[in-house]
C-alpha cells in the first residue's frame, strides 16, 4: 500500500465548476500538507501550503486538512481552462525535506 | 528572484553510459532535493543536499549519486544507464531545509535512454 493515495482520474469537468481532489495518507506522523500543479512538460508548480487541520483559502483555491481522518482536499472554485493540468498533493515529516507524493490527478476543464 | 534552473533541459544517452544533471537553486537557498518522475511510480525522492552535505537518501541504487557545491549549486550523477532509467529528473531547491520551509521545483531535465 502506497503511503499516499490519490485517485489518478482523469477528471474532466465544465467551466465554472466547482472541483474537488483529495488524497488520503497512511503515516499520521506527516505534518505539512503541499498542493502542487504541475502543466505538461513542465515542473510542479506550488499551488498551496498548509500545516495544521483545517482550511487555508487562496483565491478561487482552497486547500483542507483532516488529520484525524489522514485526509486532505483541494478545491477549486469557478474552474477555468487554463486550471487543466494534473494536481499533486505532497506531504512531509516534521525536520525532513523528502516530500512524498500521490500519483497525481490529471484534471480537464472544457471550455 | 530567478526560479530554479536545470541543465541540460533534455538528453538522450544510450545504456550503459552515464550522466549528470546540473541544478542552481534559487538565490540563497541551501537546500536542493533531487526526483525522479516517471509515469508509473511517479514522483520519487532521491536524495536532497544541504550545505554540501547528503541528509537524506532515497531508495535507490548506488548508481544515483549527487553533490552540491559552496554556492548550493547541484549536481546528479547516473552511472551505467539502464532503460528504465528514463525518465524526468526534477530538483527542488528550498531556503533553509527545516521547519514549515517550502519546495519550488525546476522545469526539470528529461532525460531518454536508448
Known amino acids: 500500500q502506497k503511503e499516499v493515495e490519490q485517485d489518478p482520474g482523469p477528471l474532466s469537468v465544465p467551466e465554472g465548476a466547482i472541483v474537488s481532489l483529495n488524497c488520503t495518507y497512511s503515516?499520521?506522523?506527516?505534518?505539512?500538507f503541499m498542493w502542487y500543479r504541475q502543466y505538461s512538460r513542465k515542473g510542479p508548480e506550488l499551488l498551496m501550503y498548509?500545516?495544521?487541520?483545517g482550511n487555508k483559502e487562496d483565491g478561487r483555491f482552497t486547500a483542507q486538512v483532516d488529520k484525524s481522518s489522514k485526509y486532505i482536499s483541494l478545491f477549486i472554485r469557478d474552474s477555468q481552462p487554463s486550471d487543466s493540468a494534473t494536481y499533486l498533493c505532497?506531504?512531509?515529516?516534521?525536520?525532513?525535506?523528502?516530500?512524498?507524493f500521490g500519483q497525481g490527478t490529471r484534471l480537464t476543464i472544457n471550455p | 528572484k530567478a526560479g530554479v534552473t536545470q541543465t541540460p533541459r533534455y538528453l538522450i544517452k544510450t545504456r550503459g553510459q552515464q550522466v549528470t544533471l546540473s541544478c542552481s537553486p534559487i538565490?540563497?537557498?541551501?537546500?536542493v532535493s533531487w526526483y525522479q518522475q516517471t509515469p508509473g511510480q511517479g514522483l520519487q525522492f532521491l536524495f536532497e543536499?544541504?550545505?554540501?552535505?547528503?541528509?537524506n537518501k532515497g531508495n535507490f541504487p548506488g548508481r544515483f549519486s549527487g553533490r552540491q557545491f559552496s554556492n548550493s549549486r547541484s549536481e546528479m550523477n547516473v552511472s551505467t544507464l539502464e532503460l528504465g532509467d528514463s525518465a524526468l529528473y526534477l530538483c527542488?531547491?528550498?531556503?533553509?531545509?527545516?521547519?514549515?520551509?517550502?519546495?519550488?521545483f525546476g522545469p526539470g531535465t528529461r532525460l531518454t535512454v536508448l
Open positions: 527542488a531547491s528550498s531556503s533553509q531545509g527545516w521547519g514549515p520551509d517550502t519546495q519550488y
Open positions: 503515516n499520521s506522523a506527516f505534518q505539512y
Open positions: 498548509t500545516y495544521s487541520s
Open positions: 505532497a506531504m512531509r515529516l516534521e525536520g525532513a525535506q523528502k516530500l512524498v
Open positions: 538565490s540563497g537557498h541551501r537546500s
Open positions: 543536499y544541504f550545505s554540501e552535505t547528503q541528509r
